[in-house]
């Protein structure tokens, strides 16, 4: 009994000793992804403890993304993001410092970065150059360099300052970098993203309140442009990413794929039967359709009772259907999601991605795309624009469009001629 009661108290010991040593400073932290060119993608992040349980959240202003599986050893830390397979691995040097590895999935080979955090500096950037110089609030046409010889997109910045915070987002034909958060000191523009997937590094030099010059552009491991923009309060974008049908009179799309509780959906099924129904086109990978996928979840929850339905249909990064499974339950607990993902088996880099799960349409483009069937299951229209709550008055334009198309369709009566 005595040497029971020896060894319990020593396992006590031991456990309290490793709580003591794993005990990290709570509040803000700065971490960094080191790119072998030197350049540093920095972030933010919180950490406080909850009944003695650490919490971490990402920080995008005014995002906040709570990592879940979070987990603290004697002298390690490790969590995944919420959505994405991404994740971290660090070694605890002391209570105010991490070193280790960021991992982020993909199609072929992983990224993986260096990642550094402390608390000693913990603001996203310094602002050594003092106060801004100038203001940067509204619109400006953004003109990107392009990557090993590709050109740029067209793209929009939005831009709003406060003193000398400064957030806002960029906009191109087939998305938005979502949220973006910095500074401008003296004549120095800074700003950074960290969500899982994008990670982004912006610097410019602020000419004045209209121009922007020596633009740098810098996302995970090795993607460098440069980038110079204007002040333009009246700059659009072309639709380069749209998608049409190839033969209008064959406007009326099916398909049967598994959802991710092993169940076969088909659109033809009675759930769908006489509703309006909106297909979206999205990938457990982008960051965009995470965006989308928080819009469309609330929306459906408030409204799916006056004949609305939804179906997600994923392109993942690969056939494995365990890992696309994996990957598109977080998504669904995360929003969660009561519309049906399904999985199309069916890779985002199969050049026949589209001929193989919808051949009426003509090439997927861009992640999320969403086409809206009528009553009769025919499509009405299909929607490869959308742009995310970090884009402002870009957002609230898209939702009012969104649900002015929806009751525009609910208000129609079934046409059995057409069925």
């Known amino acids: 009994m005595k040497k029971v009661l020896f060894t319990i108290a020593l396992f006590c010991f031991a456990v309290s000793a490793s709580i003591g040593q794993t005990s990290l400073t709570k509040g803000n932290w700065r971490g960094w992804l080191q790119r072998a060119d030197g350049k540093q993608i920095v972030f933010s992040f919180t950490l406080q403890y909850s009944h003695n349980q650490p919490q971490l959240s990402i920080i995008n202003s005014p995002e906040k993304l709570q990592v879940k599986a979070l987990r603290i050893t004697s002298d390690s830390i490790s969590f995944s993001m919420p959505v994405f397979e991404s994740a971290f691995k660090a070694k605890i040097i002391n209570a105010d410092s991490l070193q280790g590895e960021w991992t982020k999935g993909s ?105 922007l010059t020596d633009g740098k552009f810098y996302s995970g491991a090795v993607v460098h442009e440069e980038w110079t923009a204007y002040k333009n309060d009246t700059a659009t974008l072309p639709d380069l990413a749209a998608m049409y049908l190839k033969n209008k009179e064959e406007d009326k799309p099916a398909f049967s794929f598994t959802d991710i509780d092993g169940k076969q959906v088909n659109l033809s099924d009675a759930r769908f039967k006489d509703k309006v129904v909106i297909l979206q086109l999205m990938g457990s990978w982008c960051p965009n359709c995470m965006d989308e996928t928080a819009f469309l979840s609330e929306w459906y929850k408030k409204n799916h009772q006056r004949g609305v339905e939804i179906i997600g249909l994923a392109y993942e990064y690969s056939t494995d259907f365990q890992r696309s499974q994996n990957s598109l339950r977080k998504f669904q607990q995360r929003f969660q999601v009561d519309y049906p993902l399904l999985i199309t088996g069916v890779t985002v880099s199969d050049t026949l991605r589209t001929e193989k799960t919808l051949p009426l349409f003509t090439h997927i483009k861009t992640f999320p795309t969403s086409i809206i069937l009528d009553k009769n299951g025919r499509v009405r229209k299909i929607d490869t624009g959308f742009f995310g709550p970090g884009t402002g008055d870009y957002y609230t334009h898209y939702k009012q469009e969104f649900e002015a198309t929806i009751s525009e369709l609910l208000k129609e009566q079934k046409d059995i001629t057409k069925s």
């Open 107 to 211: 199609s072929s080979k992983n990224t993986v970065l260096p990642f550094f955090a402390s608390t000693r500096e913990p603001a996203r950037f310094q602002p050594v150059k003092g106060k801004a110089a100038h203001m940067l609030n509204g619109k400006y046409t953004v003109k990107f360099s392009g990557f090993r010889g590709n050109a740029g997109e067209p793209a929009i910045a939005v831009f709003k300052q406060d003193g000398s915070h400064l957030t806002g987002s960029i906009l191109t034909p087939t998305g938005d970098y979502r949220y973006l958060d910095g500074l401008v000191t003296g004549d120095s523009l800074l700003l950074s993203t960290f969500d899982g997937v994008h990670a982004f590094l912006i610097t410019a030099t602020v000419k004045d309140n209209h121009q």
